[in-house]
């Protein structure tokens, strides 16, 4: 074998598994179609540290994330990747609403996030006054991170352990051999090459399921569905007024929660992602203007000193469902493929949000379905 293990896909998750990898395996390999790493949508994102809250009990999103919150802290600090714990607030902005966050609170402790605490609106005034709302949950580890800053550092990590990154070349075919696997790979100069490596590891976001396809695993509750999400900004100077996250009460079968309020690391505020399962899967980040009416509508519920013309379109993302629109929510699916007949091919299909924030608690789950 030419390598021992081959990750497919330089995204924050994919880079996370590979510094990880690195450390304890030699040859190494990431490959990534782009000539640098975080181009899909590990750089279109909300770059928010989620607390865990709304995911099902028992489910990966809840445990990846309650674990990838505490190690993504531990990380930046270690590493010195900007981070603020800056927290969140669900705010209720009817009666009807104040039962569902209490709701919200309770599934949460179950999850492990036992640190959130419901306050009034006196509270809610004295920390965001210009947020109106009749209660709210306060998620005090919530918090943002420069994500660029920190797939550099999984970058940095993974090639100071000795790992290799091949930038510039597209996964094209992928074939069970003796031992393991043969891959081949079109460079940018448009040129067939082929290497093979005992365990691989598909990280590769949107296209996924077509590299699962490739080793001869189909399965059509596994297709990747494209599903945008777009933002808006909010213009200065009113930025200047939220200082936290703000999120409305989420709809019931969480294919997004809500347009919601998110600062960043520069001081910036954008509201958003709306959710939109595009019709054909093609990577169409364009922001709608017309949309604005109905971002306006919505986070005016909660903000408002908001007028139209405080709201600029700003960019979007695609998440990879594997949750059909109206369908109950889908976990990630992250599994070695043994049971199926492809052993030591390990698949991460549908790593949506909260992808980000479990990326070093999903590289200790990938390292222990590795059995070398
Ligand atoms: C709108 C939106 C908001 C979000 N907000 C948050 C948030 O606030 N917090 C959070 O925790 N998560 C959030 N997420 C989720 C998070 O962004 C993702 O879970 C995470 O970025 C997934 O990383 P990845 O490495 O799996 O995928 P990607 O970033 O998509 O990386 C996959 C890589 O594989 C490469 N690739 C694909 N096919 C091939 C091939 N054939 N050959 C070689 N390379 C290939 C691609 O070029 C790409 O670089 C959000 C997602 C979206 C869309």
Redesign the pocket.
Known sequence: MDARITI????????AIAEKLSKEFRDVFL????TT??????S???????AGIYYPKGSLKSRLCVEGKRLLYDYCKKYDIPYNNCGKLIVATSEDEISIIEGIKKTAFANGVDDLIIIDRNQIAEMEPSVYALKAILSPSTGIIDTHSLMKSYETGTINNGGQIVYG????GIRKVKDGYEITLLDSDKNYYAFTSHVVIN?????SD??SEMVGLTDENLKILFCK?EYFRLNPPKNRLIHRLVYPVPVHNLEGIGIHVTIEMGGGVKLG?DVNYLESNTYDYKVTPSKQEAFFRSARKFLPFLEFEDLSPEMA????KIQKPGEPVRDFYIKEESERGYPDFIN?IG????????SLSIANYVRNLIRI
């Open positions: 497919i896909g330089a995204g924050v998750v994919g880079l490959i990534e179609k782009h790493f975080g181009q899909e949508t590990s279109r994102n909300s770059e928010v540290i989620h070349s597209e996964v094209t990280s590769a976001g949107l296209t077509k590299i999400g992602p993302g695609i998440r990879p991460l790593i949506e949000s909260p992808g980000l924030t479990s």
